[in-house]
């Protein structure tokens, strides 16, 4: 087959148009930190970012963790705002025990923003009878709302991620974990709080790049605990969700 030099120059006009679509079109998705740390967003000049929750929160804080990840950003590309940072995740925590350092952990340091990752453990400790009740962890969630609202900080409330990284249900405690997941749903809606709906997010993942059903190795460590991927996949998401509702903030 034969082509004319006309023919062979809109072949190559043509393939580079498209690569350069397929590039805008790459470009047009910053990371969730991107767009939490960027010029344009909506974060003010002395903001103050709380980290609440449990192991996985503890963890976040360490040198590769998804709490530092997202402070580091802030502090490098935005250091014009001052921002501090607040680590307050202790292990083997469930919501009644945020209830009960709220006060002194939190609220004493007047935060703008709180981060409540929470519920792994109030699912997990059930196998020896020491998990939360399923009302006693819908009101509790609602105290802990109204309580940091009440004081004028904005809150984003993430659902518990995973007990075992197997995508299709087959998990012991997968069940219970999308029960405790609906009722973050049901009281972010009810109280007008920002969802970070990790669950969703994890299994979405873990669908396209766990195929094997395997229970740990992929964002976790164990199952539970994140490891260097999983610490970037939490700290995208609750970056780009900490954006979003600083953009309606009022």
């Given at each position: 087959?034969?082509?004319?030099?006309?023919?062979?120059?809109?072949?190559?006009?043509?393939?580079?148009?498209?690569?350069?679509?397929?590039?805008?079109?790459?470009?047009?998705?910053?990371?969730?930190?991107?767009?939490?740390?960027?010029?344009?967003?909506?974060?003010?000049?002395?903001?103050?970012?709380?980290?609440?929750?449990?192991?996985?929160?503890?963890?976040?804080?360490?040198?590769?963790?998804?709490?530092k990840?997202?402070?580091?950003?802030?502090?490098?590309?935005?250091?014009?705002?001052?921002?501090?940072?607040?680590?307050?995740?202790?292990?083997?925590?469930?919501?009644?025990?945020l209830?009960?350092?709220?006060?002194?952990?939190?609220?004493?340091?007047?935060?703008?923003?709180?981060?409540?990752?929470?519920?792994?453990?109030?699912?997990?400790?059930?196998?020896?009878?020491?998990?939360?009740?399923?009302?006693?962890?819908?009101?509790?969630?609602?105290?802990?709302?109204?309580?940091?609202?009440?004081?004028?900080?904005?809150?984003v409330?993430?659902?518990?991620s995973?007990?075992?990284?197997?995508p299709?249900?087959?998990?012991?405690?997968?069940?219970?974990?999308?029960?405790?997941?609906a009722?973050?749903?049901?009281?972010?809606?009810?109280?007008?709080?920002?969802?970070?709906?990790l669950?969703?997010?994890?299994?979405?993942?873990?669908?396209?790049?766990?195929?094997d059903?395997?229970?740990?190795?992929?964002?976790?460590?164990?199952?539970?605990?994140?490891?260097?991927a999983g610490?970037?996949?939490?700290?995208?998401?609750?970056?780009?969700?900490?954006?979003?509702?600083?953009?309606?903030?009022?």
């Amino acid at each position: 087959m034969h082509l004319n030099n006309t023919r062979i120059v809109g072949l190559i006009l043509s393939g580079a148009v498209l690569f350069a679509a397929a590039n805008f079109a790459v470009a047009e998705e910053p990371s969730g930190i991107d767009q939490l740390a960027s010029k344009d967003s909506a974060l003010k000049k002395g903001e103050t970012v709380a980290f609440f929750g449990d192991s996985i929160t503890a963890a976040g804080a360490g040198p590769k963790g998804y709490c530092k990840l997202i402070a580091n950003a802030i502090e490098k590309n935005r250091p014009e705002l001052e921002a501090k940072f607040i680590y307050a995740g202790i292990g083997g925590h469930k919501v009644p025990n945020l209830q009960g350092r709220l006060d002194r952990d939190v609220l004493s340091k007047k935060p703008t923003v709180v981060f409540i990752y929470i519920g792994i453990n109030d699912v997990w400790h059930s196998k020896h009878g020491h998990g939360t009740p399923k009302d006693k962890y819908e009101a509790g969630l609602k105290d802990l709302i109204k309580k940091i609202t009440d004081k004028g900080a904005m809150v984003v409330l993430a659902t518990p991620s995973v007990i075992g990284e197997a995508p299709d249900g087959s998990n012991e405690l997968d069940a219970m974990l999308e029960e405790y997941s609906a009722i973050s749903r049901k009281v972010a809606k009810e109280t007008g709080t920002h969802m970070c709906d990790l669950r969703k997010a994890f299994i979405d993942y873990l669908k396209k790049h766990n195929e094997d059903k395997k229970y740990k190795g992929i964002l976790t460590s164990d199952g539970v605990h994140l490891n260097e991927a999983g610490n970037k996949f939490v700290a995208n998401e609750a970056a780009k969700e900490m954006a979003a509702a600083l953009k309606k903030r009022k």
